[in-house]
Antibody, heavy 118, light 107 residues
Framework: QLQLQESGPGLVKPSETLSLTCTVS??????????WGWIRQPPGKGLEWIGS???????YYNPSLKSRVTISVDTSKNQFSLKLSSVTAADTAVYYC??????????WGQGTLVTVSS | DIQMTQSPSSLSASVGDRVTITCRAS??????LNWYQQKPGKAPKLLIY???SLQSGVPSRFSGSGSGTDFTLTISSLQPEDFATYYC?????????FGQGTKVEIK
C-alpha cells in the first residue's frame, strides 16, 4: 500500500498561485501501474477531480480548471505537484493527492486545507 | 461531461439494516464506476471499483452492482463504523466525475 502526503502553504492570497506537493512512499512514482491525481473538496461540499499525471509527464486535466492548472512530476524525489493560478475564494478547499489505478483512487493522502484569503 | 446523480442525498438507518444507495450516470459508463466512503475529516476510502469488485481489506457486507447507467452500492448489515458519506465516481472518461454524495446517518 502506498503512502501519500500533501505539503504546501495553508493560506494563499487571491490572484496568487496555489502550490502543493505530494510525496509518495512505499513505492515508485515511476511505476507503470499508476497515474497520480489531485482532487479537492470545498468545505462541506463534494469531491472535484482536478487532474492526473503519468510518470512520463502525460497529463489530463478537468476542463473547468485547465487554463489555471499545471501538474508535474519529479521522479528523482518521488513527488508530484499541483499549481493552480489566479486563485479566488472559490478555490478554498481540502486538496487531496491520490494514486490512480484504472481510473479509481486507490491510495489517498490525508488532505491539506488551503484557504484563499487576503 | 458525464453527470453522476446519487439517491438519496441522505438516509437514516439503524445498525443491522440493509442499506442501498443508487448512482445514475447521464450516459453509459459500462462498468467504470467506483464507490468511496468518507468519514468527517478523513480522506475518501475506496470500497468498490469497476462496479462490483471489492477493494482488498473492505468488509464483505459491502457490495456493488450495475452496468451502463444505473449502479447500486449495498451494505448488507449496517455497522456502527459505516455511518459516513458515500460517493460514486465514474472513470469512463478522462474527466472523472463524482456523485454529490449520500450521507448515512444513525436513526
Amino acid at each position: 500500500q502506498l503512502q501519500l502526503q500533501e505539503s504546501g502553504p495553508g493560506l494563499v492570497k487571491p490572484s496568487e498561485t496555489l502550490s502543493l506537493t505530494c510525496t509518495v512512499s512505499g513505492g515508485s512514482i515511476s511505476s507503470s501501474s499508476y497515474y497520480w491525481g489531485w482532487i479537492r473538496q470545498p468545505p462541506g461540499k463534494g469531491l472535484e477531480w482536478i487532474g492526473s499525471i503519468y510518470y512520463s509527464g502525460s497529463t489530463y486535466y478537468n476542463p473547468s480548471l485547465k487554463s489555471r492548472v499545471t501538474i508535474s512530476v519529479d521522479t528523482s524525489k518521488n513527488q508530484f505537484s499541483l499549481k493552480l493560478s489566479s486563485v479566488t475564494a472559490a478555490d478554498t478547499a481540502v486538496y487531496y493527492c491520490a494514486s490512480e489505478s484504472s481510473g479509481y483512487g486507490r491510495d489517498w493522502g490525508q488532505g491539506t486545507l488551503v484557504t484563499v484569503s487576503s | 461531461d458525464i453527470q453522476m446523480t446519487q439517491s438519496p442525498s441522505s438516509l437514516s438507518a439503524s445498525v443491522g439494516d440493509r442499506v442501498t444507495i443508487t448512482c445514475r450516470a447521464s450516459q453509459t459508463i459500462t462498468s467504470y464506476l467506483n464507490w468511496y466512503q468518507q468519514k468527517p475529516g478523513k480522506a475518501p476510502k475506496l470500497l468498490i471499483y469497476a462496479a462490483s469488485s471489492l477493494q482488498s481489506g473492505v468488509p464483505s457486507r459491502f457490495s456493488g452492482s450495475g452496468s451502463g447507467t444505473d449502479f447500486t452500492l449495498t451494505i448488507s448489515s449496517l455497522q456502527p463504523e459505516d455511518f459516513a458519506t458515500y460517493y460514486c465516481q465514474q472513470s469512463y472518461t478522462t474527466l472523472r466525475t463524482f456523485g454529490q454524495g449520500t450521507k448515512v446517518e444513525i436513526k
